[in-house]
RNA sequence: GGAAAGGUGGCUGAGUGGUCGAAAGCGCCGGACUCGAAAUCCGGUGUACGGUUCUCCGUACCGUGGGUUCGAAUCCCACCCUUUCCGCCA
């Protein structure tokens, strides 16, 4: 959520910021829920004032024992204006809030223009692709020839977006998250979470995915109205952490790792990656999420998005950093990074990691603070980043580590997590 | 799922429907005393929003949402949560 009072005062610049990913900020409808906001606010309260100190002056009559009839009716008059302004002023704050609730952050101004992907911007290249000399497979044929991908049965048993892994595979799906975490807590310095899985509706407003992106969660039913959503990422309950908090400065930062799964319905993407298990509804992630005064939030979003690409290095997985142009962040962020890995079998730089900074937007949805130097409450910056998304880097195991006669060899970092296993090959 | 008790400011904890945003204590901040500290004493100490604008003023907030009333922390209804006991359960 944007700041009003940026709004109320720098309503132009405002949308000539956002116009960068494109959205259109409907400043008419802004400035007409203002003025009629400004009005019945300052009526209400008028009104409120006057009941307040009439009730009071019936208290003191009565307790003095005078005649208090001419009051009481004056009251009751009052009332009736009241109670109808009242009424019109939460009409129109829900409404200015389902607005500010609707508008998507500022993007920061290192962030490049552009409105798709190709607009975004390589940082940095690390890693050299492995040259192969025998025809390199994707990773579900890889994981296929080991007999140990099974994504049919998958389909049996859920449907389409979902994976079936056993044996060797499935354990270093696990070690990879295992290896994740340790980096991270021993090296890092995350206090590791568990967190879960369902959330209420308060904490997808709080991270952003609702009210604007129902529609990609997956949501549980229960009781009457409530429901509850499972969660398409570890941000989401870990950042509602904080949320109506103020940290004590001295506890900051706070960082938190949190592997958890992740359910996406990734409705609009029909088609799409349907191969494989890059693009699944369920999938597990590690999560790295901060929360950090605001005059060093861009500093920790460097060294958040080096965290994530330890993992890789270790893994010794080649990949890239962009930066993405305004037109391709997500609704919440003002700056994110996306670390590609290359992946042999698409012959691409594949998404693997996205870190963000989302400043005070999401803090501000949640009344996430801290108190600063003055003793005063001040909203948070909060930033996250998968470190890593831990299926993909399983397909980006399996395609830059197979071999020709269709083994995978485990890289060096994992083996500790699988008993010094070197290899992982077909059961005879 | 059943029964009971309870949700008040950073914490503990009062609060006959009427100067209650809320006693008291603790904590914290400032000051006095002191060479310094402790003890003691004095003063201050919630959040959000709005107006004004840097000084104030107003409004709202005592789990949440409704209701009764001129007036609700206090009464009524619903819901949520916590604790204890019983049942069930990994």
């Not at 340790?182 to 509706?201: D, Q």
């Not at 509602?240 to 609009?268: M, Q």
């Not at 509804?281 to 005059?295: G, Y």
């Not at 005063?376 to 831990?390: F, Y």
């Amino acid at each position: 959520m944007l700041d009003i009072q940026l709004l109320r005062n720098d309503l132009e610049g405002v949308a000539g910021r956002l116009a960068a990913r494109p959205f259109h900020l409907d400043g008419m409808e802004f400035q007409v829920l203002e003025q009629e906001r400004k009005l019945v606010q300052t009526r209400t309260q008028e009104l409120q004032s006057a009941r307040n100190s009439l009730a009071k002056r019936i208290g003191q009559a009565k307790g003095k024992g005078e005649d208090v009839a001419a009051l009481m009716s004056e009251a009751g008059e009052a009332n009736a204006e009241l109670q109808s302004v009242e009424a019109k002023l939460l009409q129109i704050q829900a409404k200015l809030q389902d607005f500010l609730l609707l508008l998507p952050n500022l993007p920061h101004a290192s962030v490049p223009p552009g409105r798709s992907p190709e607009d975004n911007a390589e940082v940095r290249r690390i890693g050299e692709p492995r040259r192969f000399d025998f025809q390199v497979r994707d990773h579900v044929d890889v994981g296929e020839a080991l007999g140990m991908f099974d994504f049919a049965t998958a389909t049996k048993i859920s449907g389409a977006r979902f994976s079936l892994m056993t044996g060797q595979l499935a354990r270093l799906h696990r070690a990879l998250a295992q290896f994740m975490l340790e980096v991270h807590t021993r090296e890092h310095g995350y206090t590791e979470v568990y967190a879960p899985y369902l959330v209420n509706a308060a904490s997808m407003r709080g991270t952003g995915q609702l009210p604007k992106f129902e529609e990609d969660l997956f949501a549980v039913p229960r009781g009457e109205e409530g429901k509850l959503y499972l969660i398409p990422t570890a941000e989401v309950p870990v950042t509602n952490i904080v949320r109506d908090e103020i940290v004590p400065l001295e506890l900051l930062p706070l960082k938190f790792v949190c592997h958890t799964p992740c359910f996406r319905s990734e409705a609009g993407s029909y088609g799409k990656d349907t191969r494989g298990m890059i693009r699944q509804h369920q999938f597990d992630k590690v999560e790295l999420v901060q929360m950090i005064q605001p005059e060093k939030s861009y500093d920790c979003l460097e060294q958040l998005t080096g965290h994530a690409e330890t993992i890789l290095q270790r893994l010794g997985l080649p990949y890239r950093v962009v930066v993405l142009c305004a037109g391709d962040m997500g609704f919440a962020a003002a700056k994110t990074y996306d670390i590609e890995v290359w992946l042999p079998g698409q012959n691409a730089y594949r998404e693997i990691s996205s870190c963000s900074n989302f400043e005070a937007f999401q803090a501000r949805r949640m009344q996430a603070r801290f108190r600063n130097e003055k003793g005063k409450p001040e909203l948070l910056h909060t930033l996250n980043g998968s470190a890593l998304a831990v299926g993909r880097t399983l397909v980006a195991i399996l395609e830059n580590y197979q071999n020709a006669d269709g083994s995978v060899s485990v890289p060096a970092a994992l083996q500790p997590h699988m008993d010094g296993l070197e290899r992982i090959a077909r059961a005879s």
